[in-house]
């Protein structure tokens, strides 16, 4: 029973150590880079975030859409998180 429980342990703490995708900022951003490149790291991390908190994931997703610039798919991210928490219609 032992081994069996330690086996169950040890298979299901392997995902803790899943690597997270890496996602380089450039290096030397000046000026007009910046603008730029904050577009393609959103754009990058937005394809492999993740978060099981589906408030806190749609928070975020919102943010880096708006980031670059699909403002239609950001608005109803919000709509989607507003629902979620339930939000009065007639609050801003």
Same mark, same amino acid.
């Given at each position: 029973?032992?081994?069996?429980?330690?086996?169950?342990?040890?298979?299901?703490?392997?995902?803790?150590?899943?690597?997270?995708?890496?996602?380089?900022?450039?290096?030397? @951003? +000046?000026?007009? $880079?910046?603008?730029?490149?904050?577009?393609? !790291?959103?754009? #990058?991390?937005?394809?492999?975030?993740?978060?099981?908190?589906?408030?806190?994931?749609?928070?975020?997703?919102?943010?880096?859409?708006?980031?670059?610039?699909?403002? @239609? +798919?950001?608005? $109803?991210?919000?709509?989607?998180?507003?629902? !979620?928490?339930? #939000?009065?219609?007639?609050?801003?």
């Amino acid at each position: 029973m032992r081994f069996l429980l330690g086996f169950l342990l040890a298979t299901l703490s392997l995902s803790s150590f899943a690597q997270a995708p890496e996602v380089r900022a450039p290096a030397g @951003l +000046q000026g007009n $880079d910046v603008d730029a490149a904050m577009v393609v !790291l959103a754009r #990058d991390v937005g394809k492999a975030y993740r978060d099981d908190d589906r408030a806190r994931y749609l928070t975020t997703l919102f943010r880096l859409q708006l980031v670059t610039g699909r403002y @239609l +798919q950001a608005i $109803d991210s919000i709509g989607s998180l507003r629902a !979620l928490r339930n #939000d009065d219609a007639s609050q801003p």
